[in-house]
């Protein structure tokens, strides 16, 4: 492995101090630890804010339970890349990226192939709601980073990176919201938690198992993005993609305050 | 041409807690390839300075106003890592502070450092190597400068100019860069814990020591051209 | 988490009374920055209606990253810094088999200004690093024989990982805040190394603090017109100026870092007008992070 030359290395090893701890074997309880119900439409309660960073053209800050994701978008802005043959639409860049203290076990600062994987995934999702024909010859740029990961990392960032991309004045189709689901057999956990997202499973079946993110459009009722993984049947599925519309339905309104109070912010009504 | 401060014989034997710069020398325009070219001896310490430019630039590190300075420091062994890239911003801005740079506007200034053995103040000698490069490459100066670095030991005591050994068992190291024209602090890098007194007096002791390296720069040039 | 300092409506009554520069028409703060700045300076305020020697209002949160063993986020005006520190367990190194490591990396994303690209660290990330790196080492914050766990066997490593969010000029001032706040932060487990097994056993309900010796506390300056000396530039006052200088600087007055990368030459005098500045700030964030501390153990 070639070694980093432009950051400060520790030791060539080391371990973090979980996998000392001897983890007791426990079967997942009946009833999710933060109170929410299993198999119901429960999201966390969202707080959301834009216009925090100074720099940027736009930016958003979402906080849901302990997941904190922050987001900003530069752009439009000339293209860096001018082999690009097709200049008649905007150029869309996403970076995905992870604090390293942001998970339980520390994670480097070179990107990841899963951070490569959730940037396109965040890119598949944003790009439909974009109307990116309004900006030829230009490149709008979102960055997200990941401060504090308590499950559902992907879908609150891609509910994120919309909200700063309208914050920067982009031209959108619509907003994009993004909800996760974990189905554990019949039963489903939307907007699952860390704890709840990598938890072994109490049987050995891997039947009806899997993850989802859904991106929705919310007015336009679409969905732009579905990303899912496991071993699900029909009947699960589509039940679940049902519950995370809804559950994107459910966060919409703090969406729309959390512009409205922005553009109050950037524009005072007249008579202060 | 190598040219040696007149009286160098006479910094051979040094004592612990001297306030002298170990012998000195340099030589320039020993490479053939760049526009300018120095090699600075400090006692052990020898570093050896390319200059190109100014020449064309990267349209990505074009500035309008003036001439891009890219420094680029090589360590005597492996690769080059933050450390290194921390003494090169030291250097950069030094050198953009005494170059002229806005007599070139969108060109690149490249100044290449390879160190050939380290022996304690080494970022003073590269200072020094790189003004001689920038004088042999005859580019526009607002004013010299060179770098002194002094060391303070458990006891308090004073050191210019350590060897690296005295620098391992020093309390603090402090290195400034001073300018030729009004001789005050252009750059300053310190290690350790030190007072405010102290800090003056370093200064103050390291402005003194620059004296006889200005002398010597003066000197050295004098000889070169009263040759030709 | 992140919530604006509310001090907008003060400094803004201040501006208008001081000049009515404020009214610069656009074209003046973009064309022609140099001399928008001189006016202000010349009435000896900045264009944000600070005075040349006041610190833009800072704001510390600390601990609110709970997958760090400790974390504070800073914001420095706009500038907004957040550090997270995490301990693993690694061999002690082979030079000083009774210390552990301290690794401490700054990151500047392109998140936080579209001066940076993506990519791996540039020389100014790079080069705040090793002035963290630096000032841990000089200041002597925190001894790091603490760090050992068994001599020669087992050590901790902190890695502390500071995250510019948004860049409105003088992080070093900010990083060196936030990793001192997110220091007093930590709290490691207590960890034994079983004498027959030779494997480290952690209990995780007991944990520590870190006992922080020292807090080093920087102030940065920049020089306009190659005279005047102005404390927290922001990051359009740090594009205008001719140099910088940091001054890092413990409550006990002993100079950790005096970090001057150049630029124009400063007088002995200024250096001491500096350093005094220092001080007052040692003893400004030393009180701020106590009440944050103090309000923390309330809760």
């Not at chain 1, 604090?99 to 439909?128: N, V, Y």
């Not at chain 3, 080492?137 to 066997?153: F, P, T």
Request: net charge negative; with cysteine; charged share 25%.
């Amino acid at each position: 492995m070639p070694v980093d030359t432009k950051r400060l290395r520790g030791p060539e090893e080391s371990q973090s101090p979980w996998l000392f701890v001897e983890q007791e074997q426990q079967s997942p309880p009946d009833e999710r630890e933060d109170g929410r119900r299993k198999g119901q439409v429960d999201v966390r309660p969202i707080f959301a804010r834009c216009g925090l960073v100074s720099q940027a053209k736009g930016s958003a800050y979402i906080e849901s339970g302990k997941t904190k994701v922050i987001c900003s978008v530069y752009g439009p802005r000339e293209t860096e890349r001018k082999d690009e043959t097709d200049m008649k639409f905007g150029r869309l860049v996403c970076t995905f990226r992870f604090a390293p203290f942001s998970c339980a076990k520390r994670c480097g600062w070179i990107q990841s192939t899963q951070e490569k994987d959730l940037s396109m995934a965040l890119l598949g999702s944003l790009h439909p709601g974009l109307c990116l024909h309004r900006y030829p010859r230009s490149q709008i740029d979102v960055s997200v980073l990941v401060l504090e990961n308590d499950g559902s990392a992907l879908a609150h960032a891609v509910t994120c990176a919309s909200l700063a991309l309208a914050d920067a004045g982009i031209e959108m189709y619509d907003l994009v919201l993004g909800c996760s689901l974990r189905q554990e057999g019949s039963d489903y956990l939307l907007d699952p938690t860390f704890a709840e997202e990598t938890q072994e499973p109490a049987t050995e079946s891997t039947e009806n198992r899997g993850g989802m993110m859904v991106a929705l459009l919310p007015s336009l009722n679409q969905v732009s993005g579905l990303l899912c993984s496991g071993d699900l049947e029909q009947q699960p599925l589509v039940e679940a993609v049902a519950a995370c519309i809804e559950g994107c339905q459910r966060i919409y309104s703090v969406a729309q305050r959390c512009l409205l109070t922005a553009v109050k912010k950037k524009n005072p009504p007249p008579d202060g | 041409m190598v040219c040696l401060p007149l009286d160098a014989g006479a910094h051979k034997f040094r004592h612990m807690a001297d306030r002298r710069l170990r012998e000195f020398g340099c030589e320039q325009n020993l490479l053939s390839r760049p526009d300018g070219s120095a090699s600075f001896v400090q006692g052990d310490t020898t570093v050896v300075v390319g200059i190109y430019g100014p020449a064309e630039v990267k349209v990505s590190k074009e500035s309008y106003d003036r001439a891009t300075l890219e420094v680029i420091l090589k360590p005597k062994v492996g690769l080059p890592g933050v450390a290194e890239r921390s003494r090169e911003q030291f250097i950069r801005e030094t050198c953009e502070a005494a170059l002229l740079t806005a007599l070139h506007p969108r060109t690149s200034i490249v100044l290449i450092l390879q160190v050939i053995h380290d022996d304690g103040s080494l970022l003073s000698c590269c200072l020094n190597s790189a003004c001689m490069a920038a004088m042999d490459a005859g580019l526009n100066m607002r004013c010299l400068f060179c770098g002194v670095t002094c060391a303070i030991d458990l006891d308090g005591n004073i050191i210019l100019d350590p060897t690296a050994k005295q620098e391992k068992e020093s309390r603090a190291v402090l290195t400034f860069a001073i300018d030729s024209v009004e001789r005050q602090v252009m750059m300053s890098s310190t290690k350790g814990a030190f007072t405010t007194a102290e800090f003056h007096q370093s200064i103050a002791i390291c402005q003194k020591a620059a004296e006889s390296i200005f002398q010597f720069y003066r000197d050295s040039v004098g000889r070169r051209y009263s040759k030709s | 988490m992140l919530r604006r300092p509310q001090r907008a409506s003060k400094l803004h009554q201040r501006v208008m009374n001081t000049n009515s520069l404020t009214q610069a028409p656009w074209h003046q703060t973009t064309v022609e920055p140099l001399e928008y700045h001189r006016k202000f300076l010349k009435e000896n305020c900045r264009p944000d209606g600070r005075e040349l020697g006041e610190f833009r209002t800072t704001t510390l949160n600390i601990g609110s990253i709970t997958t760090a063993d400790g974390s504070a986020l800073v914001k420095l005006g706009n500038t907004t810094i957040i550090c997270g520190i995490k301990g693993e367990l690694a061999a002690p190194p082979a030079d000083a088999p009774d210390k552990g490591y301290i690794v401490p990396n700054v990151d500047l994303p392109p998140l936080c200004s579209s001066r940076f690209r993506p990519g791996p660290p540039g020389e100014q990330a790079q080069a705040a690093s090793q002035f963290i790196a630096d000032v841990i080492e000089n200041s002597e914050m925190l001894q790091r024989e603490d760090l050992c766990i068994e001599k020669g066997k087992l050590s901790w490593v902190l890695y502390c990982d500071i995250i510019c969010l948004d860049y409105d000029g003088n992080i070093l001032d900010a990083c060196i805040i936030a990793l001192l706040a997110s220091m007093k932060n930590v709290q490691l487990p207590e960890v034994h190394v079983n004498e027959q097994t030779g494997l480290a056993e952690v209990n995780m309900k007991k944990k520590r603090h870190l006992n922080i010796v020292k807090h080093p506390v920087a102030a940065s300056f920049a020089v306009f017109d190659n005279s005047i000396l102005i404390v927290d530039p922001t990051s359009d006052e740090e594009n205008l100026s001719t140099g910088f200088i940091t001054v890092v600087i413990d409550e006990e007055e002993k100079l950790c870092t005096v970090h001057k990368p150049g630029g124009t030459p400063l007088s002995n005098e200024k250096l001491q007008d500096c350093i005094n500045r220092a001080i007052t700030r040692n003893k400004e964030v030393c009180k701020l992070l106590n009440k944050v501390m103090k309000s923390m153990k309330a809760k």
